[in-house]
């Protein structure tokens, strides 16, 4: 479909869902402008009671953002104008669309950040209390997705935990980032009216201003930092996803998922697909997308502001709405998975992951080393072939290998005593993983 020049540069389109943040930067500039004596206080009244009159009409659905209007920041000028007149105009005085535009994606942005925070908290809360539940729910733990050794559900749980614990410190340190203001810096250069940015700061909630007013309309690391944050938070998720996913096949029969966040198949009626997973794994590519998408706008641009700039926002408002809406469902997905114990437990036992246990066994006996991996090997194949875990095998079975086994060798090899002989801190025996849920409840 072809589109004409205005069309094509309009914005209004992605910006039109930062109209309350351009109303309430826009009623806070009123009140600047009057306090410096540059409106009237009628008028600043005059505006206020507009702004609140076009808000009250956005959120009824009364207004259609037209591209005519270009961008929020003409739209709400425009529509101000309707509403009271020629006065409305004057509210421009000290600032610029320049600065418009960057105050609005800060305080979009620090909005978003409270609301990720806020949920990478109750994801973080729902994994604690996944931990206390499944201290002693035994399962394998993988390395090269082959089981390796065996490990807790709870342990597992902390492993994300403390994923999930540094993607909310990052987001929590990026807010320093975002949450300073620029506005009424003008074009670039400043504005020839004096006016208080640190009161207007103060009265939008910032924690200071941009000392220098052409960084303040050309900067978007904030954005930048923010993506990358939203990046590393997906990669979680999906790996996190990839494990569910795993999980609840019937190769693994570990857990299962709600309806809700599955779907059948008309063709394949016995399977249960983890959409909701799938899509969020595929999401971070999204995500990862919207990231390499605002450097590459900004790799080339001399100072200060140029109209590419008008780009940002696709990205950081898509890698917000995406990462907001994944871990909202994630959550709830999580909360409603039924943890099948003795799927886990059964491939914990039948996975040979307490060979290792054997040989070291087998070492504090005295047997020589070079032929202890043989011994193992074989001990490992009669097992399998008999379809008995190693701790299951009778002490006849073990001595046809070496007549060194004796019936100490089941304390040895038990999987909850290989599990709880881990004594380093920050392992998986079930006395550490009290620690860590300890520790977690100590530093909320």
Request: proline share 2%.
């Amino acid at each position: 479909m072809k589109q004409t020049a205005k069309e094509f540069m309009s914005s209004i389109s992605v910006d039109n869902m930062l109209y309350d943040e351009e109303i309430i930067a826009s009623k806070a500039h009123a009140r600047m402008l009057k306090q410096n004596k540059l409106i009237s206080a009628e008028e600043c009244d005059q505006m206020i009671k507009g702004l609140d009159e076009v808000l009250a009409d956005i959120e009824a659905g009364k207004v259609e953002f037209k591209v005519e209007y270009d961008d929020i920041h003409g739209c709400v000028e425009q529509l101000l104008e309707e509403k009271i007149g020629a006065v409305a105009r004057k509210l421009n005085r000290g600032r610029s669309v320049n600065d418009q535009v960057v105050t609005d994606t800060r305080l979009f942005l620090r909005a978003e950040n409270e609301s990720i925070t806020g949920s990478l908290r109750e994801l973080m809360d729902t994994l604690e209390a996944l931990a206390k539940e499944h201290v002693n729910t035994i399962m394998p733990g993988y390395s090269h997705l082959q089981r390796a050794q065996p490990i807790t559900l709870a342990y597992h749980m902390l492993a994300y935990y403390q994923m999930f614990r540094r993607d909310l410190k990052r987001f929590e340190n990026c807010m320093e980032s975002i949450n300073v203001m620029p506005p009424d810096c003008g074009a670039l250069a400043g504005t020839v009216y004096d006016t208080d940015r640190k009161k207007m700061a103060k009265e939008l909630g910032f924690d200071g201003i941009l000392p220098n007013a052409m960084d303040a309309v050309a900067d978007r690391d904030f954005g930048m930092e923010f993506i990358n944050d939203c990046s590393i938070t997906m990669m979680h998720l999906s790996r996190f996803c990839e494990d569910l996913i795993l999980w609840s096949s019937v190769e693994f029969g570990f857990i299962e998922i709600d309806d809700e966040f599955t779907t059948g198949s008309r063709v394949l009626p016995q399977k249960k697909n983890l959409d909701v997973a799938e899509l969020i794994r595929g999401k971070t590519g999204r995500v990862y997308g919207d990231m390499i998408n605002l450097l590459t706008v900004f790799k080339g641009l001399p100072m200060s502001y140029n109209r590419d700039m008008q780009e940002d926002k696709y990205a950081m408002l898509d890698a917000a709405h995406t990462v907001e809406a994944c871990l909202t469902l994630f959550v709830e997905m999580i909360k409603s998975m039924k943890i099948n114990r003795g799927e886990m437990q059964r491939a914990a036992k039948y996975g040979y992951m307490n060979a290792t246990e054997l040989a070291e066994y087998l070492m504090e006996k005295g047997v020589e080393t070079e032929k202890i991996g043989d011994i193992i090997s074989k001990v490992v194949q009669y097992a399998i072939n008999n379809n008995k875990p190693i701790e299951e095998l009778w002490l006849d079975d073990l001595k046809q290998f070496t007549q060194v086994f004796d019936s100490d060798v089941y304390d040895k090899v038990a999987i909850r005593n290989v599990i709880a002989s881990k004594v380093s801190d920050g392992s998986t025996s079930f006395e550490n993983v009290e620690k860590q849920i300890e520790e977690i409840a100590k530093n909320k």
